[in-house]
């Protein structure tokens, strides 16, 4: 159980992750004009640590990363109140965890689901927000990005005699429900704030974390939540993002605020593996960059299943984000050592080697 996962020696402070280019239109050079910073874990079966970059025990607020654990709580106090595995439906169910971006799917799920405890949308307990997908609307509680949690919330919260600002109090029947589930899968939080969302939001060691998102692998209480996330991937995020990518190719993936994103896939043995990254600047650009490199280079998922977002110069890709020099090295080696190569045919080590040969470094030019 990952609660019982052994701490890691602490690795010091963060490292590169991840770099910014632009190109010199003089000679196509790729020149460093950002960089970010942070820290990522990798754990293998069981939760052990196989491979790290950065301190695997930085304290992390989970934020998003845990709505697949926090929407299976939910779904067993509906269970213990008399809902059957299948009575909420695989739409409904992924939106619940999802950080959406406000499209007319998301929505009409959402909605559906807020019609079974017979909310209205104005009485979400998220705070309203203008949506990723309509930057122009006007802000509303169903647009918030978290709206699919807080309505599984209200749902649960029907079950249990709790509305209103009572579903997100920590000390109250739902929180406490969902906070239990969390303290199984993460281990005792170390700090509880309140999430973005009002939600609250818990904090443990990064290597908690991955060793913990691995439960959605492996917990009969996540197998349907896990199974709404693959068959409704773009319902967990929307057009474009990686995690509807990533459960699109079968691995199940979650992101959150402030640089945090979490990943669980199965090897080529079937054996559950697990990732957890950390910007230190809070900046989710490299982040995206960084899991899904990290992915390929493993054989979890084929080249092309996403590409991240590039600068732009007058509307037009100028650079790319990747990851950084040596931090592919320095964790896919460990991880295809131990077992944890995907089940994409062939090029993982190739892909590892070749991310460094194809570097074009500039020193001394980082503008």
Known sequence: MSAAVTPPAADGPPQLLAEVTRRDQRDGTEVVESTHAGHLVVCGPEGAVVAAVGDPGRCTFARSTVKPLQAAACLE????????DDALPLPELAVAWSSHRGEPAHLAAITDLLARSGTPASALTCPPAVPEADPGAMPSRLLHNCSGKHALFALAGSALGVRGPALLDPDAAVQQQ?????AAMLGRPAALGVDGCGAPAVAVPLYRLAAGFQRVLTDPR?????????????????QGRLESAL??????????AEGVYAVAWHDRAGAPWSLAIKAEDGASRGVGAVVNALLVALGVVAAGTWQPPPPLGGGRPAGHV???????DAVVGPVLDAGGRGVEAGGAAGAAAGSGAARRQVPGRHL
């Open 178 to 182: 969902v906070l239990g589930v969390l």
């Open 77 to 84: 106090v509906l269970a213990a109140h008399g809902w059957g």
């Open 247 to 256: 459960c699109g190719a079968g691995v199940t993936a979650k992101v959150g």
């Open 322 to 328: 990747r990851p950084a020099p040596g931090v592919l």
């Open 222 to 238: 996540c197998a349907r939540v896990r199974a709404a996330g693959a068959a409704h991937p773009l319902l967990v995020g929307g």
